[in-house]
């Protein structure tokens, strides 16, 4: 069965850095995009970064940009998001997601398979 697992999550001091990790299994990476989401408590689950199928191109949402890069290796279908210039408004469980649309989408909703979630927290 499909499976997405994420690691790389922990707890960082704001301005700090770490590399989210999310390996596939179970099905053939290279045919969906891949997006990453947040959800902090009592918060809804949004949108922070998506790529295409061969990772040329990239979205991220706007609290995110010039801090947050997303790639992806097809041969060890792996999708990772590197987290720059943390912020306590960033702490929140992160997850990787599978959409096989060609192109990226932002609403949760409309994507097929999710890890079970990292956590980042960040302290000020």
């Known amino acids: 069965q499909v499976q997405l697992v994420e690691s790389g999550g922990g707890l960082v001091q704001a301005g700090g850095s770490l590399r989210l990790s999310c390996a596939a299994s179970?099905?053939?990476?290279?045919?969906?995009?891949m997006g990453w989401f947040r959800q902090a408590p009592g918060k809804a689950r949004e949108f922070v970064a998506g790529?295409?199928?061969?990772?040329?191109?990239?979205r991220y949402t706007d609290s995110v940009k010039g801090r947050f890069t997303i790639s992806r290796d097809n041969a060890e279908k792996t999708v990772y998001l590197q987290t720059n210039s943390l912020k306590p408004e960033d702490t929140a469980v992160y997850y990787c997601a599978a959409d096989q649309f060609p192109e990226v989408r932002t609403d949760p909703n409309r994507y097929d398979y999710w890890g079970q979630g990292t956590q980042v927290t960040v302290s000020s």
């Open positions: 790529i295409d199928r061969s990772g040329g191109s990239t």
């Open positions: 179970g099905l053939t990476f290279s045919r969906y995009v």
